[in-house]
């Protein structure tokens, strides 16, 4: 079973830049599955912010930006702000209609 | 503007069976995949499957093969989630959300199902 691999948790500094990865159990993360990510709050739903790799979704800050590093899925924020306090979950598309979420990554800035 | 109306909690006892909907406007609801996503308390969130609202054709995650059915009614642009058998595992948030350039563009507002006996 294909299983999506993200850290558990991050912390960055306001101001700072983070790189949040999405990966796979087995293989490398290209443009084919299709990376997307979303930004989910305490008792929210979640936002769509990056889809296709590194399309920003209508509304979302140009500080966040989406590529592949190496074999893996990125999200970066650049200038992170304490409102970008939240989890974030990368979703790959594994062909057949099939789509897998990852473990998500809870994001502290202090 | 594209809405996705589901309805209200639910609590149901082990072994039975819930039905969730979500009702679509602003858009064509025929025009985008919809999926069903859920979040147990404290949990990430789990994909569970998508359908095609023109065709009713489906993709379910392995781990419901055989205990959820995605179906709609296009006359009321509503999808619907069923998941049978349902244990304490299954308690969570149910989510429907419009797939657009391959990802989920609008999502509902969650409906909480509870399984407790």
């Known amino acids: 079973q294909t299983v999506v691999t993200q850290e558990p948790s991050f912390s960055v500094s306001p101001g700072g830049t983070v790189t949040l990865t999405c990966g796979l159990s087995?293989?490398?993360?290209?443009?084919?599955?299709?990376p997307s990510w979303y930004q989910q709050t305490p008792g929210q739903a979640p936002r769509t912010l990056i889809y296709s790799t590194n399309t920003r979704s209508p509304g979302v800050p140009d500080r966040f930006s989406g590529s592949i590093l190496g074999n893996k899925a990125a999200l970066i924020i650049t200038g992170a702000q304490a409102d970008d306090e939240s989890d974030y979950y990368c979703?790959?598309?594994?062909?057949?209609?099939?789509?897998?979420f990852g473990g998500g990554t809870k994001l502290t800035v202090l | 503007q594209v809405q996705l109306v589901q309805s209200g909690a639910e609590v149901k006892k082990p072994g039975a069976s819930v039905k969730v909907s979500c009702k679509a406007s602003?858009?064509?609801?025929?025009?985008?995949?919809m999926h069903w996503v859920r979040q147990a308390p404290g949990q990430g969130l789990e994909w569970m499957g998508r359908?095609?609202?023109?065709?009713?054709?489906?993709n379910y995650a392995q781990k419901f093969q055989g205990r959820v059915t995605m179906t709609r009614d296009t006359s009321i642009s509503t999808a619907y989630m069923e998941l049978r058998r349902l244990t304490s595992d299954d308690t969570a948030v149910y989510y429907c959300?419009?797939?657009?350039?391959?990802?989920?563009?609008?999502w509902g507002q969650g409906t909480l199902v509870t399984v407790s006996s």
């Open positions: 359908i095609n609202p023109n065709s009713g054709g489906t």
């Open positions: 602003g858009y064509t609801f025929t025009g985008n995949f």
């Open positions: 959300a419009k797939e657009d350039t391959a990802s989920v563009d609008y």
């Open positions: 979703v790959l598309y594994l062909g057949s209609g099939i789509w897998v």
């Open positions: 087995s293989g490398s993360v290209s443009t084919s599955y299709y």
